[in-house]
Every structure is written in structure tokens, then in C-alpha cells.
């Protein structure tokens, strides 16, 4: 159920996320939507009236009265609505929503409103972790409304920490879910999720392996996420420092290619969704001395025999799994990526290209393209928490289709 025709009322307040609702209006606007935007009257500080109501081609309201003694009504653009959108919502609009403090069009459009209430909180981080603003959130949620956490990250202070809006597109995910009857904000409630993480050792002799410098932090990001949006999350990690203590997240440690596939089929016939963002070694030593090797020659010779590809398997194997695959190139990146999702048999495919600076391994940064088999998607650099986002985000689009 996609939100084609649906009429979204959104909310903007005073706060320099204002700006991100430009992004939001044009998904909606794109996908069908009919979008009505009214702010308070601080708002228009940090973005005019003109390109709100270019994007979403209706007159923007902030004050009850318009210029010819008309009446901006907040109980017809209340009922008009099939959802309002609160965003950004500062620490003060949050404070007037859950008390009542009815002094602008938007609290009194709220407080005259019937339909769900999605909030997106953004404010500088101590300002969100304040005792007051969380007790308001709560109660927002107590009201029955959807409150979509603001995310962590630089914040317009310079400071770091938790206080940024959520990106236009979870917002807009959140809603789209909303109509398609999955919980927003728990979208992958009663999914299962596997996730395989980190790199593999391969055994030559009891002290010395075959390895990689992958951190796993890729994974993890991702089964927090997948935790956060209500999954049951199995999480399959190669040696890893990375660690969780996320109930949610059953961790299973691995050290082989082969202790992974077979802790994978394990669990694979209850997986929803399979993520596979291990760096996985491709080849192991045929043989695993006993005792320590002794250098004795000038050459050493390991005999290397192929590893499983765990993926690959899991898409021979696939019924009804979502399968997720990633694919880090050096050289035609986007052939060799649309290659492996058609041999893998995978629903999607992560680009991340060893070209670009801050992506791949070791990183806390990653830059992705998406690729499906009819579509491409490209992202900017960014944390790995955040990439998880976007890559969930993907996956929840390609579920509800
Ligand atoms: O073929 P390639 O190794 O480039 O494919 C990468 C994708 O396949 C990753 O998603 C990785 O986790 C998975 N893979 C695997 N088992 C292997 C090799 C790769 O699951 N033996």
C-alpha cells in the first residue's frame, strides 16, 4: 500500500532540520501524496513559505488570519488530514503538543486533529537528553502518537551526539509503513533477521591463520538497527573486537568460513531477511598443520583449497528469504556487483568501492550504491550507523512492494 492519494499535513517548527522538509514533501509529492504544509511563525527564520509551497503546491499557513480578513482554519486543515507530521519538532513545539499551550496555528491544528501523529524530534543534544523532553516524548507516545527518534550525529551546534532529525527518508518510510499496515516505527516487528559480520580466519597451524582487516562494525550497525525496528536479530560474526549488548540480538562468534555456514543453516529456514556482510575468506589451507610450522626453508608452501560461499548457498537455498549481499570492488564495481546479484541469486546487493575514500574495511565512514535487479540507488558517505539506516530503509521499500 503505497501513500499515493493519502493527504499528509505536515507541521513544520522552528529549527534548522526545517530545512530537511523540503526532501520530505517531494517523496510524498512523487509517490502521489497530497501535502498541505503549515508552520509556526518562528519557522519561516530558516525557510521561506515560497519554496514549501512550490514543492508541495499549496499556499503554507503559520498564522490564523491570511491577508483579506480570511480565516486560516486549524479545524478544517485538522480534519482534512489522513495523517499529520510534526517535523522538525523542537524541544518548545513538543512542550505546547503534550501541554496543551495552544498559542499558534500548528498547536491548534494538532490539538483539533483525529489522525495519527507522526512527531520527529530535533534539537541540540542536551536539549533532547533533558529530563523534560523525554518525559514529553513519552508522553506523546502515552497520546498514541508515532515518535520517530532523532538520530546521533554532528549537530548544528558542532557538537556530537543524539538531537538530529531523522533523514526525510525514515520519516517518510515511517508514514509509508503506516498505510501499508505495518507498525511504523517497529517496522520489522515479528521478522526474523540474520547477519553475518566480520571477517573469517582460516587455520594454517594452531598460532597462525588466513584473515582480513574487516572490523565487522558493518554488521553490527546493521543488527542494531534491525533491533531497533522490533526484529528478532541473528547475528553470525567472524573474530570481531565489535560487541552489543542489545538484547534483541542473539550473537553467535565464529572464527571459519565453514563454522559460518553451517551456524547460518542453523537458522536459516526461520530468516525473513539475510544480510550477508561478512568478509568471508575465500580460500583455506587444505590441511591445518598440527604443530606450529618451523621455518625451515626459504619458501613455504600453503596448498589452498576453496572456501564455501555461504551467500551463494543461501540463495540456492532461498524459499522465502530476503537476501542481501555485499560486494567491495576495485575495478568495475558496478558490473562485477550486478554480476554477483544475479549468481548469488540475491533481492539486493551493496556496492561499497575500495575507490572511494572512507569506504570499506576498516572505517567507521562507508559510502554505498544499492543495486537490485531493476534499480540503482546511490548514498552519500556516512557513518556506518547511518549507512545501516539507509540500507534497512531499502530493504523495508523492497518488502512492501
Ligand atoms: O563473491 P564475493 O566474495 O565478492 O561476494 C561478496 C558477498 O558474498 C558478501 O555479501 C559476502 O558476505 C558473501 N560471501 C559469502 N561467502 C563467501 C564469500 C562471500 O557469504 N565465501
Not at 507541521?11 to 503549515?38: M, N, P, T
Not at 483539533?112 to 514529553?136: E, G, R, W
Request: glycine content about 6%; charged content about 25%; aromatic content about 8%.
Amino acid at each position: 500500500m503505497s501513500v499515493s492519494g493519502k493527504k499528509i499535513l505536515i507541521a513544520v517548527s522552528g529549527g534548522i532540520a526545517a530545512y530537511k522538509i523540503h526532501f520530505l514533501i517531494r517523496d510524498f509529492v512523487k509517490k502521489g501524496a497530497e501535502v498541505q504544509v503549515i508552520m509556526t511563525p518562528d519557522t519561516e527564520q530558516f525557510v521561506t513559505k515560497l519554496s514549501l509551497s512550490t514543492l508541495s503546491k499549496k499556499p503554507v499557513y503559520s498564522e490564523f488570519y491570511g491577508d483579506n480578513g480570511t480565516w486560516n482554519s486549524h479545524v478544517e486543515l485538522a480534519l482534512w488530514a489522513d495523517v499529520m507530521i510534526v517535523a522538525p519538532c523542537t524541544a518548545n513545539t513538543l512542550a505546547k503538543m503534550t501541554h496543551g499551550m495552544c498559542d499558534n496555528l500548528v498547536i491548534a491544528t494538532y490539538m483539533s486533529a483525529k489522525c495519527p501523529v507522526f512527531i520527529a524530534p530535533a534539537m541540540d543534544l542536551d536539549m533532547y537528553a533533558h529530563p523534560s523532553t523525554k518525559q514529553n516524548l513519552e508522553m506523546a507516545e502515552d497520546y498514541g502518537h508515532f515518535i520517530i527518534p532523532a538520530e546521533s550525529g554532528e549537530l548544528a551546534s558542532g557538537l556530537i551526539g543524539q538531537g538530529r532529525m531523522a533523514e526525510p527518508e525514515t520519516v517518510f518510510r515511517a508514514v509509508e509503513n503506516f498505510f501499508g499496515n505495518i507498525n511504523p516505527v517497529k517496522s520489522l516487528e515479528g521478522k526474523t533477521v540474520l547477519i553475518t559480520a566480520g571477517p573469517t580466519y582460516e587455520a594454517i597451524d594452531p598460532v597462525r591463520f588466513i584473515g582480513n582487516h574487516s572490523s565487522g562494525k558493518m554488521g553490527f550497525s546493521l543488527a542494531e538497527e534491525a533491533s531497533k525496528r522490533g526484529a528478532k536479530v541473528i547475528l553470525i560474526s567472524g573474530p570481531s573486537t565489535q560487541t552489543t549488548d542489545d538484547k534483541n540480538i542473539e550473537l553467535h562468534k565464529v572464527i571459519s568460513a565453514k563454522e559460518m555456514l553451517n551456524k547460518v543453516f542453523e537458522f536459516y529456514d526461520r530468516v525473513d531477511i539475510g544480510i550477508a556482510s561478512a568478509a568471508v575468506a575465500d580460500y583455506a589451507p587444505k590441511e591445518v598443520a598440527r604443530e606450529k610450522i618451523k621455518k625451515n626453508d626459504d619458501n613455504l608452501t600453503i596448498e589452498l583449497v576453496k572456501n564455501p560461499d555461504i551467500l551463494k548457498t543461501m540463495g540456492e537455498k532461498k524459499t522465502h528469504q530476503f537476501l542481501v549481499g555485499f560486494a567491495l570492488e576495485t575495478q568495475n564495481e558496478e558490473e562485477n556487483a550486478k554480476g554477483k546479484l544475479e549468481k548469488k541469486n540475491l533481492d539486493m546487493i551493496v556496492l561499497n568501492s575500495l575507490r572511494d575514500e572512507g569506504a570499506g574495511f576498516k572505517n567507521d565512514t562507508n559510502k554505498i550504491k544499492i543495486f537490485t535487479k531493476t534499480g540503482k540507488k546511490e548514498f552519500d558517505l556516512k557513518s556506518k550507523d547511518k549507512v545501516a539506516v539507509d540500507i534497512l530503509n531499502f530493504v523495508e521499500s523492497q518488502l512492501l512492494k
